[in-house]
């Protein structure tokens, strides 16, 4: 829910700003998803896998995941304000560094709120999402009434007024704290998987960004922005699954990943089959159709990928997991420095087609020798 909100900011926006800046401020709204990918501590995922959570460790990795926070929001605040051309760099910086702090306080969030997954709470889990999605709902409704981009500015404000109710909610609920010092890195271990993770998923948009005309990054923005709202499906089922994955019977796992592809096939086609409404939304020409038609290509991918990286975690498989996603980062990032001066804006989604192909090849593997050496 909260990334649809998200994609309503960027359609409204879209319609309040400028004509000279709005490629730019639709790039902008991916290079900010894009840092966000790389700060995640994986704290919240930490937290879900762990036998045990006491308020110790909850503190820690909600630190932990503050500070990263506020390095990506400095990171991808300069980055878009480097890469992307602004008619006017304070206007731009507005925009951007709005963009940027609220969804670093929506990623300490969703730290907070993982604690009633964890206990069991399926609905005061998603509840912090609704209510964060209502805030932000309400913001943007203002800011479409005064006919103002400016509502960007309020939208941390609503995020900080979420993340307060949350960790109210947090310190009431009953949390034993075990004997064992709560370690950075072992929280770090799942952050650097998720960066790493960004390091494929990212990194060939990033590099668009850089080497290719701002009106070309903006078509691959925009389907981004489509696509990735739809992630939360595969991102928080796989979340919900990870406590249970140990009980599962191993010949449930197949049948796990060809719900999740195929939900990605048919967001795929759907994407494709929405062009010309897609196009009118974000009054943005979408072409050539065949980056759309690849960007599409990475979606069952993408979701099937999702549940083989939850068995990884759930068997153990946290080094596996940061070993594949770095062989799968190093595909995107060499594919993408040989392509997107070849062939340009289709060179982003083939590298991305690429990375997915070998993580999940690297992740199968891993699988497989977890579940052998289990007992």
């Given at each position: 829910?909260?990334?649809?909100?998200?994609?309503?900011?960027?359609?409204?926006?879209?319609?309040?700003?400028?004509?000279?800046?709005?490629?730019?401020?639709?790039?902008?709204?991916?290079?900010?998803?894009?840092?966000?990918?790389?700060?995640?501590?994986?704290?919240?995922?930490?937290?879900?896998?762990?036998?045990?959570?006491?308020?110790?460790?909850?503190?820690?990795?909600?630190?932990?995941?503050?500070?990263?926070?506020?390095?990506?929001?400095?990171?991808?605040?300069?980055?878009?304000?480097?890469?992307?051309?602004?008619?006017?760099?304070?206007?731009?910086?507005?925009?951007?560094?709005?963009?940027?702090?609220?969804?670093?306080?929506?990623?300490?969030?969703?730290?907070?709120?993982?604690?009633?997954?964890?206990?069991?709470?399926?609905?005061?889990?998603?509840?912090?999402?609704?209510?964060?999605?209502?805030?932000?709902?309400?913001?943007?409704?203002?800011?479409?009434?005064?006919?103002?981009?400016?509502?960007?500015?309020?939208?941390?404000?609503?995020?900080?007024?979420?993340?307060?109710?949350?960790?109210?909610?947090?310190?009431?609920?009953?949390?034993?704290?075990?004997?064992?010092?709560?370690?950075?890195?072992?929280?770090?271990?799942?952050?650097?998987?998720?960066?790493?993770?960004?390091?494929?998923?990212?990194?060939?948009?990033?590099?668009?960004?850089?080497?290719?005309?701002?009106?070309?990054?903006?078509?691959?923005?925009?389907?981004l922005r489509v696509i990735q709202p739809m992630e939360i499906a595969p991102a928080v089922a796989s979340q919900q699954l990870l406590p249970r994955i140990r009980r599962m019977s191993p010949q449930f796992w197949f049948v796990w990943w060809a719900v999740f592809a195929g939900g990605g096939l048919l967001l795929g086609a759907a994407i494709v089959v929405a062009r010309t409404p897609l196009e009118i939304l974000f009054d943005q020409n979408l072409t050539p159709l065949l980056v759309l038609s690849l960007m599409a290509c990475t979606v069952p991918a993408k979701f099937g990928n999702y549940l083989l990286s939850a068995l990884t975690l759930a068997l153990g498989g946290v080094r596996s997991k940061i070993t594949v996603s770095l062989c799968a980062g190093f595909v995107a990032v060499a594919s993408s420095l040989v392509l997107l001066p070849l062939v340009g804006a289709p060179g982003a989604p083939v590298s991305m087609l690429a990375s997915e192909a070998v993580l999940g090849g690297g992740l199968i593997l891993a699988i497989r020798a977890a579940h052998r050496k289990a007992p």
């Open positions: 829910m909260l990334r649809l909100v998200q994609l309503l900011v960027m359609v409204v926006g879209a319609q309040l700003v400028g004509q000279e800046i709005r490629p730019s401020f639709i790039a902008a709204f991916s290079v900010v998803a894009a840092f966000g990918v790389f700060t995640d501590s994986g704290a919240a995922t930490y937290l879900l896998a762990s036998d045990a959570v006491g308020r110790r460790i909850l503190a820690l990795a909600l630190r932990i995941q503050l500070v990263l926070s506020a390095g990506g929001l400095v990171a991808a605040t300069l980055f878009s304000l480097l890469a992307l051309p602004w008619a006017d760099h304070m206007h731009g910086l507005l925009i951007v560094g709005s963009l940027a702090a609220t969804q670093g306080i929506d990623s300490v969030t969703r730290v907070a709120r993982s604690v009633r997954l964890r206990q069991g709470d399926d609905l005061g889990f998603a509840a912090g999402d609704g209510l964060s999605a209502v805030a932000k709902l309400a913001v943007v409704g203002g800011g479409l009434l005064a006919g103002s981009i400016y509502f960007v500015a309020i939208l941390p404000i609503a995020s900080l007024a979420v993340l307060l109710t949350m960790l109210v909610l947090a310190k009431r609920t009953p949390l034993v704290d075990s004997e064992a010092t709560p370690r950075i890195r072992s929280v770090l271990q799942y952050g650097v998987a998720g960066a790493l993770s960004g390091l494929y998923s990212q990194t060939p948009y990033l590099l668009a960004t850089w080497m290719l005309p701002v009106e070309a990054v903006a078509v691959l923005s925009v389907i």
